[in-house]
């Protein structure tokens, strides 16, 4: 069955098996983040300008496990030396068919989990900073696989059908991934994402791989994972899915941030 076919049923499965968990649902953990961050070389924003290179941005992050699966949210404001911002989030629930009973383990994969996300955004507004632009809802779903990976703290795939608001609809493949790493006496932690969403009939296919190199500075006060410091990248191939050149965009993003994250 095609998984444009399955969505719906995707969806309901989803909602339901979350609604039906709620019930007798228990937090096993949970972590809370804001980071600073720090960048010269944006490309594209959701409003199509071009001329707001350097932005400084401000993430809150939230994740968690639970008796029916796992949580990621985030949200960002991005504020442009150019005077606009934008507001972005994403919700990405996933139910876990592991531990609602169900035996999936096999090779690599020790988890099956219905996946979901809402991407939500409001377009840039130079002479507003609360941003008051044009609103926009994208709705996901699909399946995701937990990764059994050496020396990775986690390692997920998951893959999506995108219901886009403005847009058509298309398909994306998502990779996350956790690396804890330690030099000497000093610890860090790579991770991050790989997006990349298909081709349809308005939008060209792109290729977003984001990670973070990080240092972690609150363990030599005694304090481990809660501060760190370090840099992010973003390589972004035609970013938003516009193809590089269109209408003389340039929207091959390859941006250096730097960045300050706190965990509470």
Known sequence: MKLTQSLPALSLSLLTGLFTAGTQAKTLWSDNSLTALHGKNYEVNYGLSTDDSTRNVLTFEHVSGHTWGDLFMFGDYLKSTDGSAELYGEISPRLSLGKLGNDVAFGPVKDVLLAGQLEL?????????????????????????????????????????????????????????????????????????????????????????????????????????????????????DKFGIKDGTFGIDSNERNINLLLKYHF
């Open 121 to 237: 955004g409001n377009t840039d507004d130079p002479d507003n900073l609360l941003v008051t632009g044009e609103r926009f809802v994208n709705k996901l779903a699909g399946v995701g696989f937990d990764l059994d990976a050496p020396g990775f703290a986690y390692l997920q795939a998951n893959v999506y059908h995108r219901n886009n608001e403005k847009r058509a609809d298309n398909e994306q493949l998502t990779l996350v991934w956790g690396l804890p790493f330690t030099i000497g006496s000093e610890s860090f932690l790579y991770d991050g994402f790989i997006d990349w969403a298909s081709a349809s009939r308005d939008v060209h296919a792109s290729l977003n791989f984001t990670s973070q190199l990080k240092w972690d500075i609150g363990a030599r006060s005694g304090n481990p994972k809660k501060l760190y410091a370090g840099v992010e990248y973003v390589h972004w191939n």
